[in-house]
T-cell receptor, first 115, second 113 residues
Framework: DTAVSQTPKYLVTQMGNDKSIKCEQN?????MYWYKQDSKKFLKIMFS???????INETVPNRFSPKSPDKAHLNLHINSLELGDSAVYFC??????????????FGSGTQLSVL | AQSVTQLGSHVSVSEGALVLLRCNYS??????LFWYVQYPNQGLQLLLK??????LVKGINGFEAEFKKSETSFHLTKPSAHMSDAAEYFC???????????FGTGTRLKVLA
């Protein structure tokens, strides 16, 4: 079983459209994240959720709205897509406050191309 | 606040040669440090981590790293490079008090035949 799974793997869309990316983890972790990786491979945190509660919002435009229906799921909805949103989006999870198991588990990424 | 700096965005080594990828960190509290590897078109995979136990950490695929507090470094090494080691490598830091992992800008490792 895949530990952190996200769908779709590829997303090609026009400017101005609205799209969603879904993420699920079966590790029982309390904390989930969205990271954006740009064309230069730079990884930047976007959001962090702990037990369905938003903990971190790293000055992401409000066109991006994460939603966590339960602690195993963290979805990302993007309104009015812009060219600059083209990137690879990674979902991840971790079990914070557990030193022995402190690490991030990543999904395989969603490559978003805005035309 | 925490940060990591990876020196060298591209590193090339010959097959069989030593691999050394550099990472320096900044943290006002004891850090947890990680090295992740990303193969083309894939997600990130954990190579190894330091979480305040042994300062010399061994990971998968023959990689190891040493936490040096005096130098604020966590460099990644492998005695003998293999062609399959060609990938992007990321150093990352977190602490027990934050809900974020901060990544370095990555180092692309190229292995020459």
């Amino acid at each position: 079983d895949t530990a952190v799974s996200q769908t779709p793997k590829y997303l090609v869309t026009q400017m101005g459209n609205d799209k969603s990316i879904k993420c699920e983890q079966n590790l029982g972790h309390d904390t989930m994240y969205w990271y954006k990786q740009d064309s230069k491979k730079f990884l930047k945190i976007m959001f962090s959720y702990n037990n369905k509660e938003l903990i971190i919002n790293e000055t992401v435009p409000n066109r991006f709205s994460p939603k966590s229906p339960d602690k195993a799921h963290l979805n990302l909805h993007i309104n009015s897509l812009e060219l600059g949103d083209s990137a690879v989006y990674f979902c991840a999870s971790s079990q914070k406050w557990d030193t022995d198991n402190e690490k991030l588990f990543f999904g395989s990424g969603t490559q978003l191309s805005v035309l | 606040a925490q940060s990591v700096t990876q020196l060298g965005s591209h590193v090339s080594v010959s097959e069989g040669a030593l691999v050394l990828l550099r990472c320096n960190y900044s943290s006002s509290v004891p850090p947890y440090l990680f090295w992740y590897v990303q193969y083309p078109n894939q997600g990130l995979q954990l190579l190894l981590k330091y979480t305040s136990a042994a300062t010399l950490v061994k990971g998968i695929n023959g990689f190891e790293a040493e936490f040096k507090k005096s130098e604020t470094s966590f460099h990644l090494t492998k005695p003998s490079a293999h062609m399959s080691d060609a990938a992007e490598y990321f150093c990352a830091v977190t602490t027990s008090g934050t809900y974020k992992y901060i990544f370095g800008t990555g180092t692309r490792l190229k292995v020459l035949a």
